[in-house]
């Protein structure tokens, strides 16, 4: 699903936000990637959606050697994922099933799709009732909730949450990564990053470190040594 052989980042400014960095995501994993504000995290995100491009290394998304992908296919390839920011980023003059609505217009989906899905998708993450309202009339919790069925509406193969409960209250924060979960036991492939220790802590996945560009710790590599032994 992903792999990184490999894999260095310098910026333009000399900042080394990763270094020769290698790591495999398979299908159908759910991954906490987590680690202090400037670590790298940011950075390996945008390089798996194509906002940035690697100095050295290879990554491999969905079979596709990203080094490889030009520039006028990258938004094709992002529609291969679903992605879940932490501000939301929902259209304020839009309603709830207008903005997940879009997503499907993006990739050219009929109106008699949009008029199929979008309301299963709603049902999913208990928003059915709130169909009609404007992001304003939403809670935190209900805007990453719209900001989830989204990213899920178009059925990508992958899941990407950039702090996906950031911006929301704690207690509603369980909520978000359960629904991510019911999302993942349905075999969508989910990447999350968080500063969340509690939240990591809970769910018992696979958690890869960030430190300094370089990966610290991966409890998948302990989960193997532990199997081997």
């Known amino acids: 699903m992903i792999e990184f052989k490999n894999v260095s980042k310098t910026y333009s400014n000399g900042t080394h936000a990763l270094k020769n960095i290698s790591l495999k995501i398979d299908k159908g994993e759910f991954v906490f990637i987590v680690g202090s504000s400037g670590a790298g995290k ?3 995100l945008k390089l798996i959606m194509c906002e940035e491009k690697p100095n050295g290394g290879d990554i491999i998304v969905n079979g596709k050697n990203l080094s490889e992908v030009k520039k006028h296919d990258v938004p094709y390839l992002r529609r291969t994922m679903g992605i879940v920011f932490q501000d939301f980023r929902l259209i304020d003059n839009m309603t709830v099933f207008e903005n997940v609505a879009f ?3 993006i990739v050219g989906a009929s109106t008699k799709e ?15 009732k709130k169909a009609n309202c404007r992001p304003s009339e939403l809670s935190g919790g209900e805007q990453q909730r719209v900001g989830l069925a ?13 702090e996906p409960t950031g911006n929301i209250d704690p207690a509603l924060s369980y909520e978000i990564v359960d629904m991510l979960n019911e999302i993942n036991r349905r075999g969508t492939t989910i990447l999350m990053v968080t500063h969340e220790h509690s939240l990591v802590k809970h769910f018992h996945r696979r958690v890869v470190e960030i430190h300094d560009g370089t990966i610290l710790a991966d409890s998948a590599e302990k989960q193997e040594v532990r199997h081997e032994g």
Do not use: C, E, Q, W
């Open 150 to 162: 989204r990213a899920l509406v178009n059925n990508p193969k992958l899941i990407i949450a950039d």
């Open 114 to 128: 949009i008029h199929k899905r979008v309301p299963y998708i709603l049902g999913l993450v208990n928003l059915k």
């Open 42 to 44: 940011s950075t390996f």
């Open 103 to 105: 997503a499907m217009h």
